[in-house]
């Protein structure tokens, strides 16, 4: 990697840490609770927001069991063990844990940036992975992708966790390892193409390049089957270096995943 393209990463990740500081605000909401609303959107386009309290010298982080209870009233059922073990796993990569239907997981005073970290991207993974644009549809985007990696021969580990450049850690959903012909492969599947979707898959691959082999390639799974893909999605990630492999057209990609 050149040093220019080291100075490029690390003026992204400078202009993200300052959007992420300038676009968060806190609100007390009672003597015990402090409401931290965040730039990341939900699918209703509403920013996530997260609760926090100090208790035993510690900080609860929360969620109130919004992400859930939203899949819920939407008629996505997460009650069939596949799937309940698809969110333990979900929320085991960042350390969160699932309390009487609340994402939650708790904090030092040190730890605190990375643990809200992580609880927000817990809450867009989850809402991402099992939100269905049809709720009569029996499988997942997730599990289609399965299904089609294994259909195919395509080896993989599935959900792995990297710390990045920065100390945050990052979700993937598969990385294929390194082949005689081919490098290292990580993948991410996008369930809701969108801009904030994109965003937040490429911010993981820019903190995440640095600590992988120089040689490693990074995909999106976009899901075009229920909506079209908005072309500003496809260019955001070839910017920032992430391959888009549309649904419809992952046959051309068969080989190169393969090999």
């Known amino acids: ?11 992204s990740l400078e202009q993200y840490f300052k959007w992420l500081r300038d676009k968060t605000t806190l609100r007390q909401v009672n003597k015990d609770w402090v409401e ?4 990341y959107m ?35 059922k997460l009650d069939s063990p596949k799937r309940q073990d698809l969110l333990r796993i979900t929320l085991a ?10 994402l939650e997981i708790h904090a030092s005073p040190e730890s605190f940036g990375l643990r809200k970290h992580n609880l927000v991207q ?4 989850v809402n991402d992975l099992f939100f269905l644009a049809v709720p009569m549809v029996a499988n997942l985007f997730y599990e289609d992708v399965v299904t089609w990696l294994e259909t195919n021969d395509i080896r993989y580990t599935p959900k792995v966790k990297f710390t990045g450049k920065s100390g945050y850690d990052h979700l993937f959903d598969f990385v294929i390892p390194k082949s005689r ?22 911010f993981k691959w820019i903190d995440t390049k640095e600590v992988r082999p120089s040689d490693s390639r990074a995909y999106a799974f976009l899901n075009d089957v229920d909506q079209s893909v908005p072309r500003g999605v496809i260019e955001a990630l070839r910017n920032y270096d ?3 492999v ?13 090999a």
């Open 1 to 11: 990697m050149t040093i220019h393209m080291i100075d490029e990463i690390r003026e």
């Open 36 to 39: 931290i609303t965040t730039p």
């Open 42 to 76: 939900d699918r209703h386009n509403d920013c996530l927001q997260i609760y926090a309290k100090r208790q035993n010298g510690i900080f609860v982080l929360t969620d109130d069991g919004y992400v859930l209870e939203d899949l819920r009233k939407s008629g996505c």
């Open 93 to 102: 990569g960042f350390g969160v844990q699932n309390n009487k239907g609340a």
């Open 122 to 125: 817990a809450m867009l993974a």
């Open 181 to 202: 012909k081919r490098p290292e492969r990580i993948l991410q599947t996008i369930t809701r193409p969108n801009r904030d979707t994109a965003e937040a898959i490429a």
């Open 242 to 244: 992430v391959t888009p």
């Open 246 to 258: 549309s649904w419809t057209e992952r046959e051309a990609m068969k080989e190169e995943l393969a």
